[in-house]
């Protein structure tokens, strides 16, 4: 068998440093459990969140199995509870301590519901702030709308993990996380947050990230829409893998329609010209050429779909300023058909 010998972690031996930074992982999919069991193995204090009972019951029992890219895996014991099924109390007593929740659930979980649990998570804490993983445009302005002064930080990752089963994930590729504060304006430095941001990213380089802050967060968050809105409609509407979709000339001159498209609009939001986009949106099916998209994941599950908030949502940029958006509203309306369908 993969199983090698377990790394314990309780949650309650750890040390309480007044350096120390609680992680509330919040999402038992892929990321969240890669996250999980990597800080948990590396010391941190950590706890995770599950929108199931029956999976948050399966880790405090099991452990979650960590697996490389090789398929060897160990296991790792954390505390996990129920969203919404635990009263929201902190991991260890004391609160001074400062925590950051990191988000990562799908970006069609991020609703009302989700985001009052959340105040509930953010108030057990003196600081806290929520790093979000997520896809697409637009829960950010949601987030913040419902978390009054929380400090919110967007991510975007290129690396890639699967999960097995709901204990089980294995690393598909490990990449880069940028991450940088969410302003309506440009931020003013603060010698506080600076050292929180600090302390995030040595966390998430334990948790098997290589994490970089950066200052132009929104050009990053429209580039990896970009290529989000090419790769993941059009996977999911070819049934293929990433690496597939670019074998076929119909295919590449359908994805380089959708490309040109959505970069203009982008560029018209306020994109900085990437320059080489259209090789980068090839690069990404190359680098994860096995992978099967989150969308056609989705789709293929018979699940709701992240369509709205990344084309759905370029089309509405469009519409903003005065633009068309025929590709995107396309498959837009062709992803939209199959959701729900088995
Ligand atoms: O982010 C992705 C996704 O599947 O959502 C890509 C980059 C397409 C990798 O699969």
């Known amino acids: 068998s993969s199983r090698k010998s377990p790394v314990y972690n309780t949650g309650t031996s750890n040390r309480r440093r007044a350096d120390a930074v609680h992680i509330e992982i919040v999402g038992g999919g892929a990321i969240g459990l890669w996250v999980a069991a990597n800080l948990a193995s590396a010391g941190e204090s950590v706890r995770l969140w599950t929108r199931t009972e029956r999976q948050s019951l399966l880790i405090k029992d099991a452990g979650i199995l960590l697996r490389d890219t090789a398929g060897s895996g160990r296991t790792v014991y954390l505390p996990c509870e129920r969203m919404g099924g635990h009263s929201y109390t902190a991991l260890e007593s ?4 400062e925590c950051l929740i990191i988000l990562a659930v799908k970006q069609t979980a991020i609703q009302d519901e989700l985001i009052q649990q959340l ?12 790093l ?13 709308a419902g978390l009054g002064d929380v400090p919110i930080y967007a991510a975007v990752t290129t690396m890639g993990a699967k999960r097995e089963d ?8 490990a990449g880069e996380l940028w991450i940088g504060e969410r302003a309506e304006n440009d931020p ?26 950066s200052n132009e967060i929104n050009n990053r968050i ?14 999911a509407l070819f049934d293929v893998t990433n690496g597939e979709l670019p074998k076929q000339e119909r ?9 040109n498209e959505t970069l203009d609009i982008l560029k018209r939001a306020g994109m900085q010209d990437p320059g080489d986009s259209w090789e980068g949106v090839l690069e990404v ?22 369509i709205r908030a990344i084309n759905g949502a370029v089309a509405e940029l469009a519409a903003a300023h005065g633009l068309k958006a025929p590709m995107n509203e396309a498959v837009t309306a062709i992803v939209e058909s199959f959701e729900g369908m088995q």
């Open 132 to 144: 979000c993983l997520q896809n697409g445009i637009g829960h950010l302005e949601k987030l913040a």
């Open 222 to 235: 429209f580039h990896k829409l970009l290529i989000n809105a090419v790769i993941n409609p059009l996977t």
């Open 251 to 259: 295919r590449v001159h359908i994805m380089r329609a959708l490309h």
């Open 285 to 306: 099916c190359a680098r994860t050429s096995a992978n099967i998209s989150s969308m056609l994941a989705d789709v293929r599950g018979g699940r709701e779909t992240e």
């Open 166 to 173: 709901e204990r089980t994930v294995r690393l598909a590729g």
């Open 119 to 130: 105040q509930l998570l953010t108030r057990i804490y003196r600081h806290t702030s929520i």
């Open 188 to 213: 003013v430095f603060d010698e506080k947050r600076a050292k929180s941001q600090k302390k995030f990213l040595l966390s998430l380089q334990k948790a098997g990230f290589q994490p970089f802050l």
């Open 94 to 97: 004391g609160d001074t301590e």
